[in-house]
């Protein structure tokens, strides 16, 4: 168990383009920041703002004139989804990473980018001090890295985390993969043992207060018969963000004054995935 990591910083998803998301995310009643561009990489991004964890939705473009970015096209490859982790203290992370698994830090990167953001009126420069594995050393996910921020307050600014749909939180991410029970050994020696049942078509843990989960294709159909063409999703192991509600009935009486499709699951409401750019969204009311 790796003590340096405080929980998930964000979960990140690449939807090819960022403007394109920023217009469907925005409709959905999510605010969303600007789409801005890191200085000196070629990484284009938006993100949803919860207290505490975010939503990051990237995309890397080719510019040959951005020099510093050969971490980039190894870590981050086309399509690429990623769980971030947050820590107070990169360099104890770092130790500890190397403590606890000799061979994880094999090929890693680590950068200090920086980007500005819209919000109101204003321009925010936002800075991370980040470390990501080599992809290689992954298992479930494309990519998994940790994140300290320099500058909490330009990240999580109240204007930005209130959002018309009612949504408090990002509650969960469900993966697909072909054996989930494997990665279990790889998940608890980075997060700890967890107690959570784990079967054969599936595997879930809590981060904190988000619920991390990998199926089966056969699960995930069986559970949402009418979906068929997950190819849509451009990475090939996200397919379904759930977020936290505060009223449900208000989510619900947005999606139907803006005319968005959804579908009920018990007291959970889907939006399908052409209306999230490939992805499904889920939205379930919090209890207090």
């Not at 217009?23 to 920041?33: E, P």
């Not at 749909?165 to 990665?183: D, I, K, M, R």
């Not at 977020?243 to 009486?253: H, M, N, P, S």
């Amino acid at each position: 168990m790796i003590k340096a990591i405080t929980g998930l910083d964000h979960v990140g998803i690449d939807p090819n383009d960022v403007w394109q998301a920023f217009a469907k995310f925005s409709r959905l009643g999510f605010t969303v920041s600007t789409p801005s561009r890191f200085f000196g990489l070629p990484v284009e991004s938006c993100q949803v703002t919860f207290p505490g964890i975010f939503l990051s939705i990237s995309t890397t473009f080719t510019d040959p004139a951005r020099l510093d970015t050969q971490w980039i096209a190894k870590t981050k490859p086309v399509g690429i989804t990623e769980l971030m982790f947050g820590t107070q203290d990169i360099q104890r992370l770092k130790n500890e990473l190397a403590s606890n698994d000799a061979g994880i830090l094999e090929g890693h990167a680590q950068a200090d980018p920086i980007r500005k953001v819209h919000s109101g009126s204003r321009d925010f420069q936002q800075q991370f001090l980040i470390l990501v594995l080599d992809p290689a050393r992954v298992q479930g996910v494309g990519n998994i890295g940790f994140c300290q921020h320099a500058t909490p307050e330009n990240v999580f600014r109240a204007e930005l985390m209130s959002h018309p749909n009612s949504a408090v939180t990002l509650s969960g991410v469900t993966f697909v993969h072909e054996s989930p029970a494997s990665l279990k050994p790889f998940y608890d020696r980075l997060l700890g043992p967890s107690a959570e049942p784990t079967g054969k078509s599936s595997y879930g843990r809590m981060i904190g207060d988000v619920s991390l989960e990998f199926v089966t294709h056969e699960l995930l159909h069986s559970r949402f018969p009418e979906f068929t063409a997950w190819e849509q999703t451009r990475a090939p192991d996200l397919k379904v963000v759930q977020f936290g509600v505060e009223d449900i009935e208000k989510t619900r009486a947005y999606f139907e004054f803006m005319g968005i499709s959804y579908f009920t699951r018990g007291t959970t409401l889907y939006v399908r995935p052409a209306d999230a750019c490939g992805f499904l969204l889920g939205f379930e009311g919090i209890l207090h």
